[in-house]
């Protein structure tokens, strides 16, 4: 079983930075993809970035020039920096990964629970 961590949010001013970490686990070989996700208040889940096993990076139009993506292929660990917060960024951050293979299965994408990110002005 393959599980997905998220931690680092919690309360913040504008302005202010945090980073947040998302740590897969279960006997895991390879995660092609590693991506974020943030659902605001009343609003729908929406994709903010993704990184591949090989360092390649995409961005929502809305997180480039805040946000920054990165990986560390054998902790099987993304990070999310977000710098200059605004009250606009309050949300639930979710980290997926993609095209899990562990030593016994195939996972097409798995999800964590989410960690909350308020942002006060």
């Known amino acids: 079983q393959v599980q997905l961590v998220e931690s680092g949010g919690g309360l913040a001013q504008a302005g202010e930075s945090l980073r947040l970490s998302c740590v897969a686990s279960g006997s895991i070989v390879s995660i092609e993809s590693m991506r974020w996700h943030r659902q605001a208040p009343g609003k729908q889940r929406e994709f903010v970035a993704g990184i591949t096993d090989g360092g390649s990076t995409v961005y929502a139009d809305s997180a480039k020039g805040r946000f920054t993506i990165s990986r560390d292929n054998a902790k099987h660990t993304v990070w999310l920096q977000i710098d200059s917060l605004n009250p606009e960024d309050t949300a639930v951050y979710y980290c997926?990964?993609?095209?899990?293979?562990?030593?016994?299965?195939?996972?097409?994408?798995?999800w964590g629970q989410g960690t909350l990110v308020t942002v006060s002005s």
């Open positions: 997926s990964a993609v095209d899990v293979r562990t030593e016994r299965e195939e996972y097409r994408e798995v």
